[in-house]
Protein backbone atom coordinates (compact mmCIF):
# COMPACT_ATOMS: atom_id res chain seq x y z
CA UNK A 1 0.00 0.00 0.00
CA UNK A 2 1.32 3.70 -0.84
CA UNK A 3 1.05 5.72 2.05
CA UNK A 4 0.72 9.25 -0.13
CA UNK A 5 -2.93 8.42 -1.24
CA UNK A 6 -5.73 10.96 -2.32
CA UNK A 7 -6.85 10.97 2.02
CA UNK A 8 -3.48 11.44 3.56
CA UNK A 9 -2.43 13.90 1.08
CA UNK A 10 -6.06 15.63 1.86
CA UNK A 11 -5.05 14.96 5.46
CA UNK A 12 -1.50 17.12 5.33
CA UNK A 13 -2.91 19.89 3.02
CA UNK A 14 -6.05 20.20 5.99
CA UNK A 15 -2.71 19.90 8.77
CA UNK A 16 -0.94 22.73 7.36
CA UNK A 17 -3.79 24.81 6.66
CA UNK A 18 -4.78 24.37 10.13
CA UNK A 19 -1.35 24.51 11.52
CA UNK A 20 -0.98 28.02 9.29
CA UNK A 21 -4.43 29.42 10.72
CA UNK A 22 -3.47 28.86 14.73
CA UNK A 23 -0.36 30.66 14.22
CA UNK A 24 -1.92 33.29 12.15
CA UNK A 25 -4.39 33.36 15.56
CA UNK A 26 -1.32 33.23 18.61
CA UNK A 27 0.28 36.10 15.98
CA UNK A 28 -2.98 38.03 16.50
CA UNK A 29 -2.95 38.43 12.44
CA UNK A 30 0.27 39.86 12.34
CA UNK A 31 1.50 37.06 10.26
CA UNK A 32 -1.08 35.82 7.18
CA UNK A 33 -2.40 32.55 7.43
CA UNK A 34 -1.55 32.41 3.66
CA UNK A 35 2.33 33.30 4.49
CA UNK A 36 2.43 30.32 6.86
CA UNK A 37 1.25 27.71 4.79
CA UNK A 38 3.04 28.92 1.47
CA UNK A 39 6.16 28.94 3.46
CA UNK A 40 5.02 25.26 5.28
CA UNK A 41 4.32 24.22 1.58
CA UNK A 42 7.97 25.19 0.03
CA UNK A 43 9.60 23.57 3.09
CA UNK A 44 7.77 20.08 2.58
CA UNK A 45 8.50 20.34 -1.12
CA UNK A 46 12.37 21.69 -1.07
CA UNK A 47 12.64 18.84 1.99
CA UNK A 48 11.04 16.21 -0.39
CA UNK A 49 8.52 15.25 2.61
CA UNK A 50 5.56 16.42 0.32
CA UNK A 51 5.05 14.77 -3.00
CA UNK A 52 5.24 17.22 -6.14
CA UNK A 53 1.60 16.49 -6.97
CA UNK A 54 0.09 16.48 -3.39
CA UNK A 55 -2.43 18.87 -4.70
CA UNK A 56 -3.28 16.60 -7.62
CA UNK A 57 -3.70 13.65 -5.44
CA UNK A 58 -6.10 15.08 -3.55
CA UNK A 59 -8.32 16.03 -5.73
CA UNK A 60 -8.59 19.75 -5.04
CA UNK A 61 -7.99 21.59 -8.14
CA UNK A 62 -11.25 20.31 -9.25
CA UNK A 63 -13.15 21.77 -6.54
CA UNK A 64 -11.11 24.61 -5.99
CA UNK A 65 -11.19 25.91 -9.56
CA UNK A 66 -15.44 25.96 -8.96
CA UNK A 67 -15.34 26.86 -5.93
CA UNK A 68 -12.49 28.07 -4.08
CA UNK A 69 -12.39 31.32 -5.75
CA UNK A 70 -15.30 32.53 -3.29
CA UNK A 71 -12.83 31.24 -0.30
CA UNK A 72 -10.09 33.24 -1.65
CA UNK A 73 -11.83 36.27 -0.99
CA UNK A 74 -13.35 35.58 1.79
CA UNK A 75 -10.20 35.18 3.35
CA UNK A 76 -8.76 38.38 2.03
CA UNK A 77 -11.48 40.35 3.36
Not at 42 to 62: A, E, K, M, R, Y
Amino acid sequence: MQFWNALTCFAVVAAVYAVSEWLSVKSKGTISSLIIASVLFIIGFWSGLFPDDITNQTGLLVVMSSFGVALLITNLG
